[in-house]
């Protein structure tokens, strides 16, 4: 079983930049596709950026594009969401999980093993 740690999130002024980790446990991770979502309160959770095992194919969110760069080191079981130029509407608790199985790369259900999240607040 697969376990994802998020990190790297916090408050941090309009324009401004994080950059989120998610470290993944076992010795797998390199065979996964991952990814990245967010849940701003009283929404959905929503799909922000995947990519395939070895970081050659990347998805992006259109709210996101150009902004948010999805990387990962497999060697260190690490998945990355650099995020810059921060919106307001950015805030959210952004998670990662694992691809499982075949189908699209922005759709939710097609994710498991969520982690516990990171809390994103962009604020003026």
């Known amino acids: 079983q697969v376990q994802l740690v998020e990190s790297g999130g916090g408050l941090v002024q309009i324009g401004g930049s994080l950059r989120l980790s998610c470290v993944a446990s076992g010795r797998t991770f390199s065979a996964y596709a991952m990814g990245w979502f967010r849940q701003a309160p009283g929404k959905e959770r929503v799909f922000v950026a995947s990519t395939d095992s070895i970081g050659s194919i990347r998805y992006y969110a259109d709210s996101v594009k150009g902004r948010f760069t999805i990387s990962r080191d497999n060697d260190k079981n690490t998945l990355y969401l650099q995020m810059n130029s921060l919106k307001p509407e950015d805030t959210a608790v952004y998670f990662c999980?694992?691809?499982?199985?075949?189908?699209?790369?922005?759709?939710?259900?097609?994710?498991?093993?969520w982690g516990q999240g990171t809390q994103v607040t962009v604020s003026s």
């Open positions: 999980a694992r691809k499982v199985g075949t189908g699209s790369y922005i759709y939710p259900p097609n994710f498991g093993s």
